[in-house]
């Protein structure tokens, strides 16, 4: 069993639709990351959160540390926020060896 | 700043040779990582330096790999006799390492995309 899972996998809306991203993790954490990835490989870091919630622009991302559960949500989606989501986590005592999920795969259409 | 780089973007090499990647990360960071992903997976770390001491290596960098990062500055991944298993995109990033913490983010590049025919 991964360490990070992500639901889903792959996701496809149409523009204008609110989207949300699910990460699961079961180890100790100090932090969570999420990040994007275009096609080419560039990725880049969209959040990095230990508690509470985080918004930027159209993007929010919350977590429950209890619960070991963390949400990226898109809101008013666009063609152009499609791209790979990535989940990654900082284990407690590796916490600058970053421990990634697969990624879910957005698709958003006109 | 023009972020991280990385050069070069593609690389395709026969079994058995050597390839060697650089990465030039944001000036003033003074921690650098190399990350490797394969299709379909996310990255997998493998190695981490601190200024120009290499602080740790994953178990996936086989003594076949080896990383540099001489003046605490650029970086270098060499992979020698490479292996088919070894194609994937090699990434590099980069973090400030100001301070006590270690919760980062991290500044990728655009990756190194490594094929072994």
């Known amino acids: 069993k991964n360490e990070v899972e992500q639901s889903p996998q792959n996701l496809t809306a149409q523009e204008g639709e609110f989207i949300t991203i699910n990460c699961s993790y079961s180890v100790g954490i100090s932090a969570l990351h999420w990040l994007q990835q275009h096609p080419g490989g560039g990725i880049v870091s969209l959040f990095m959160l230990s508690s509470g919630k985080k918004k930027h622009g159209r993007l929010i991302a919350t977590i429950n540390i209890q619960e070991k559960h963390s949400s990226l949500h898109i809101t008013a989606s666009h063609p152009r926020d499609s791209a790979v989501y990535i989940c990654a986590v900082s284990p407690w005592g590796s916490n600058y060896k970053l421990t990634f999920g697969k990624g879910t795969l957005l698709t958003v259409n006109p | 700043d023009t972020g991280v780089s990385q050069d070069p973007r593609h690389k395709i090499t026969k079994r058995g040779q050597n390839v060697t990647f650089r990465c030039d990360p944001i000036?003033?960071?003074?921690?650098l990582y190399w990350y490797r992903q394969t299709l379909g997976q996310g990255p997998e770390f493998l190695t981490y330096?601190?200024?120009?001491?290499?602080?740790?290596k994953s178990r996936l960098l086989s003594d076949r790999f080896s990383a540099e990062r001489p003046k605490g500055s650029f970086s270098t991944l060499e992979i020698q006799r490479t292996e088919q298993g070894d194609s994937a995109m090699y990434l590099c990033a980069s973090s400030p390492g100001q301070g006590a913490t270690t919760n980062e983010k991290l500044f990728f590049g655009s990756g190194t995309q490594l094929s072994v025919l």
């Open positions: 330096f601190q200024n120009e001491a290499q602080l740790e």
């Open positions: 000036s003033e960071h003074n921690r």
